[in-house]
């Protein structure tokens, strides 16, 4: 089983939890343990992002800004299922991994800044925030959106207030896609996807549950491509 616990109280890291099962769902034989513990709130993240706040649709030019990290690489992904045409931007090492997962362009954020190119994107989903978002609305097609799920605080906290008073004037649209809802539907959703090879989690680590003070430390340092994962035993159950 997976799934996010979110609303039982959170918790740490341990190998047994209690949790309504309305939190829960079974994963089958041909995922392993971690594939589906990197899923529930990173992949959920990215499919409210896009679908709900996005409004994604085929053939539309999408950008993930922070391509590279949890929730982008599951992003990059999911946008590439709606038939989106895909520009990741992340940093200059990663770009390779970006363009293996199905990404159709890649912006190295070291070297060009995207929202200055003229470029423009019918929907940007931004999981790593640092620029006013002035900039942002620049990047956007005549009708594009631009949803803001990470990043700084202050960059985040400026699209949920300031997104909807600048959208007032004009056809563009920006926000703030809010904390990400994990629920069962979405999961079922991420499910098949997975199990359809359609999304491939993307992990960089595995870290015993001895070692849980060096993989905190290693997620901070900011390095990590997609994910990073728990194992509670050598046998691969996460
Ligand atoms: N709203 C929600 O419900 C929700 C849920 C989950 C996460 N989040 C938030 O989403 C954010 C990302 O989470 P994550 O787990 O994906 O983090 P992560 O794995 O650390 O990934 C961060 C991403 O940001 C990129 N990045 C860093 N500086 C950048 C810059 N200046 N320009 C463009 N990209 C840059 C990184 O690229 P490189 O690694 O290539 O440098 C990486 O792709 C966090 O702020 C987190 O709190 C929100």
């Given amino acids: ?9 959170l918790g740490g890291f341990a190998e047994y939890v209690c949790a309504g099962e309305d939190a829960l769902v079974l994963k089958t034989a041909t995922t392993t343990f971690e594939e589906a513990a990197s899923l529930p709130m990173a992949g959920v993240s990215a499919l409210q992002g896009l679908r709900d706040k996005g409004r994604i649709r085929p053939g539309q030019k999408v950008l993930i800004n922070g391509a590279s990290g949890g929730v982008g690489t599951f992003a990059v992904q999911i946008a590439k299922n709606y038939g989106a045409n895909v520009t990741g931007v992340c940093s200059t090492s990663k770009m390779d991994m970006v363009l293996s997962i199905g ?4 912006i190295d954020y070291t070297q060009e800044d995207f929202t200055k190119s003229g470029e423009q994107y019918d929907l940007i989903l931004d999981v790593a925030a640092y620029r006013s ?53 979405d999961f079922l959703y991420l499910k098949e996807l997975l199990e359809a090879g359609k999304v491939i989690p993307v992990i960089d680590r595995r870290y015993p549950l001895s070692e849980i003070v060096e993989a905190l430390r290693y997620l901070e340092e900011g390095q990590a491509r997609g ?3 728990i194992s509670i035993d050598d046998s691969g159950e996460t």
């Fill in 133 to 185: 978002i002035l900039n942002y609305k620049r990047a956007l097609s005549p009708k594009g959106i631009y949803v803001c799920t990470g990043g700084s605080m202050g960059k985040w906290v400026q699209a949920m207030l300031l997104g909807p008073l600048i959208s007032l004037r004009g056809s563009k649209k920006l926000g703030s896609g809010g904390v990400a809802q994990p629920n069962h539907e």
């Fill in 227 to 229: 994910k990073v994962v």
């Fill in 1 to 9: 089983m997976f799934g996010d616990i979110c609303e039982y109280g």
């Fill in 103 to 106: 990404a159709d362009h890649v």
